[in-house]
């Protein structure tokens, strides 16, 4: 019986390091396409401070996300805005940690991919985010 259980327990360890390593993989790769976001560089750092003040995931349930652009494409340009598409990666990790019941860290329980409109607009400023789509906190 002894041995059984270790042959089970290699044999979940090595699926969960497989689906892991794929995943891993794909983050890095959608990360790798993200860097270069052209002459709109700079608003990276704003786009995601804009979707963690404002945005929730999963109807609420996951309310403090932040995100990882791994795609962007401009949709709209005009002198005054700019209409960016994004996907990305989010995790919110209020919800991670060791769970004693299950003895094992409960990490994940809170993540995932989405996709979002963003509104940048032109202004004696610079751009700023005004708007993006998606679940998000009342202002």
Same mark, same amino acid.
């Given at each position: ?19 892991? =390593?794929?995943?891993?993989? #794909?983050?890095? %790769? ?6 270069? !976001?052209?002459?709109?560089? *700079? ?15 999963? =109807?609420?349930?996951?309310? #403090?996300?932040? %995100? ?6 401009? !949709?709209?340009?005009?002198? *005054? ?15 991670? =940690?060791?769970?004693?019941? #299950? ?37």
């Amino acid at each position: 019986m002894n041995r059984e259980f270790h042959s089970s327990h290699r044999r979940r360890a090595g699926r969960a390091c497989k689906v892991l =390593g794929l995943g891993l993989a #794909l983050l890095l %790769m959608g990360c790798a396409a993200a860097r270069d !976001l052209g002459p709109y560089t *700079d608003l990276r750092w704003k786009i995601e401070s804009y979707y963690r003040d404002h945005a929730w995931e999963e =109807g609420a349930r996951c309310v #403090l996300p932040r %995100m990882s652009i791994t795609q962007w494409e401009v !949709l709209e340009e005009t002198p *005054d805005k700019l209409v960016i598409g994004v996907r990305y990666a989010w995790a919110d990790d209020r919800n991670s =940690g060791f769970d004693p019941e #299950l003895g094992r860290s409960q990490a994940g329980t809170c993540q995932g991919f989405n996709s979002r409109v963003f509104t940048v607009v032109r202004g004696p400023a610079g751009m700023q985010v005004e708007s993006m789509t998606g679940e998000q906190r009342r202002r």
